[in-house]
Every structure is written in C-alpha cells, then in structure tokens.
C-alpha cells in the first residue's frame, strides 16, 4: 500500500529508492517514539496542477516541533517543499500524502544528539468521499498531559496514546475516538481536531491541550471569510452532545461530520448544517477552486 520496488523517497538529501532505504536499529526514535514529523497533502487542483496544501505551515511545525525536541533540523521550509514537488514528480503522484520523519541516530541513552535524519516519504491518496458521517465514541483514554510531554509538538511518541484510543473505539464498533483534557474538557481526536455547531455558530477546543491543526486554523480563516461565528472555548462532552452537528478535520480526515457521540445521534440534517458549507469551501480551497457565497445555506 505505502510502496513498491519502484517507489522513491527523499532521504537526507538524496531520492533513493524506498525499498532499498535503511534505518538504524539503534535509533532513539524506533525504541523511545522520539522524533517528529508530518501529515500534509497534496492535490491535483481542478487546473491540472500538483499542489501542496499549506506546505510552508507544515514545515515551519516540523522545524517547531524538533526545536521542541531538541532534535536538531538544519533545513529550510523551501529546500524541503522544492524536495517534495520533485518527489511526487518523481513517483508520478499528484493526490498523495506526504510523510516527513526527522528521526534520531542509534543512541540508547536519554542524551541529545548532534545529528538527525529525514526522510520525506509520499504515497497515493484518493480525493475526498466522505459522505459517511462518523460514529463517534468518547475514548477511556485522555490525552498526554501537556505538562508531560510537548503537546504542540507533532512527536512520535504522542501517537501511542492515538493508537491506544482509535482501537479502543473500533474495537467497540465505533468509527473513531474523541479524546478529553486532563481537566475532563474535550480535546480532540486521535489524529484530528473537533468543532462543533450550535445555532449557527462554531466552536472549538483552545489550543492549549491540543495539536494545533492547521485545517482547523483553515476552518477558521473560512469562517472569517463566509462571516460564520466561531468561537475558541473548554467545553464538556455533555455540551457537545447538545450540539446541532459537529464534525474532525485534519490533513487525513479534511472536514468529516459525525453521526452520533457515544450513540447520541446529532439533529440536523448534514447537508443543512453550516458545518457542511465548511467541508465544501475546504474542498474548493485544497483545490483551488472558487467558494461562491451563493452556496452558503441560511
Ligand atoms: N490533532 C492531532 C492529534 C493530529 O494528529 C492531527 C493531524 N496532524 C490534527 C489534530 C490535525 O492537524 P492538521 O490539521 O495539521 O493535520
């Protein structure tokens, strides 16, 4: 699925081929999760052309979230987007994801390192389908407390926590895990943040116990261009549940409604909602295409 004999990566500088690459079984990152790394997208646009979504704020977190590390980075946001264009060119790709991982070198002690490695890694992803709305269970799990670890930093090793509460949900037959705070507030999901509607007007957890998305500061900077109220506050999983819609967005999930919370099923028709003129102008964003405001329903 990720790839074959002839699929090519960017690693430390060079395209190499993907099945050939390396990695050291003594890298802090393999045994303690430290390292850091990205999610980002790339589209055909309706011109014909590869573009990257918010390429320049997904390296500029990744430089953030080594230096929040300790792990050292040495690249530029513009040699690493020029690398990205030339490796999706290079594996004939236009609707992909691209993976970044700045990983660490064999070091089995806690030290800091002078050195780290990247690698840029793209593989196939199908344009938008959602029209399956998610069932949504809140997770037993909560998220790292940001006292612990660097909570805006996208690290490795916060991803177990992830893996611990998306199984958790699809083991219960739910589609995906919301997670609390530690102060019992809602968070977000495993690998994507949460709005919800409520008369019209958007809400959001603040970015203080959360991964600060960048299609959630997209999901705002829409709101401020359709005029649609959003406002960033703590809220429960009780206020949620009284909510008319409410939906995820990330990289991956790009804008996805929920069906039900805990099976608490959402009121409002999904084609009705203000959350859903959302989910349509991010379409049109990643792809460049026009928002016309006529879309917008009242
Ligand atoms: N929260 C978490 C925990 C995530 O892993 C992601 C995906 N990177 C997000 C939120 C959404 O972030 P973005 O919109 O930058 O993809």
């Not at 513009?78 to 993976?99: G, V």
């Not at 269970?137 to 926590?161: C, D, L, W």
């Not at 589609?175 to 507030?185: K, R, T």
Request: aromatic share 12%.
């Amino acid at each position: 699925m990720y790839y074959n004999e002839d699929t090519i990566i960017y690693l430390n500088g060079e395209f190499v081929k993907s099945a050939e690459a390396k990695i050291d079984l003594y890298s802090q990152s393999l045994h303690y999760g430290y390292s850091v790394f990205e999610g980002i997208r790339s589209y055909k646009t309706i011109k014909g052309e590869t573009a990257i979504f918010k390429a320049g704020e997904h390296y500029s977190r990744l430089k953030n979230s080594a230096d929040a590390m300790n792990i050292p980075f040495t690249y530029s946001s513009e040699e690493l987007i020029t690398a990205t264009y030339e490796l999706l060119s290079r594996n004939n790709m236009q609707d992909a994801y691209i993976r970044p991982l700045v990983y660490a070198p064999a070091n089995m002690s806690f030290t800091k390192n002078t050195e780290s490695f990247l690698v840029i890694a793209v593989w196939k992803m199908e344009p938008f389908l959602g029209e399956k709305l998610l069932k949504v269970m809140t997770s037993s799990f909560q998220r790292p407390n940001p006292k612990g670890f660097k909570i805006e930093a996208k690290a490795s090793g916060h991803y177990v926590n992830s893996i611990l509460a998306s199984q958790e949900a699809k083991a219960r037959g739910y589609d995906e895990a919301l997670l609390l705070d530690i102060n019992d507030f809602v968070a977000e999901g495993p690998g994507a943040n949460v709005f919800f509607e409520k008369n019209g007007k958007l809400f959001t957890p603040p970015t203080k116990n959360i991964l600060a998305g960048i299609t959630r500061a997209t999901v705002i900077e829409i709101c401020k261009e359709l005029d649609i109220t959003v406002e960033e506050k703590y809220f429960t999983g009780d206020e949620l549940k009284e909510a008319d819609a409410a939906f995820f967005c990330g990289t991956a999930a790009e804008v996805i409604g929920w069906e039900s919370l805990d099976n608490v099923k959402f009121p409002k028709a999904w084609n009705e909602t203000v959350s859903s003129i959302i989910q349509e102008a991010y379409q049109c964003k990643v792809l460049h295409k026009e928002f016309k405001r006529s879309f917008v329903r009242a």
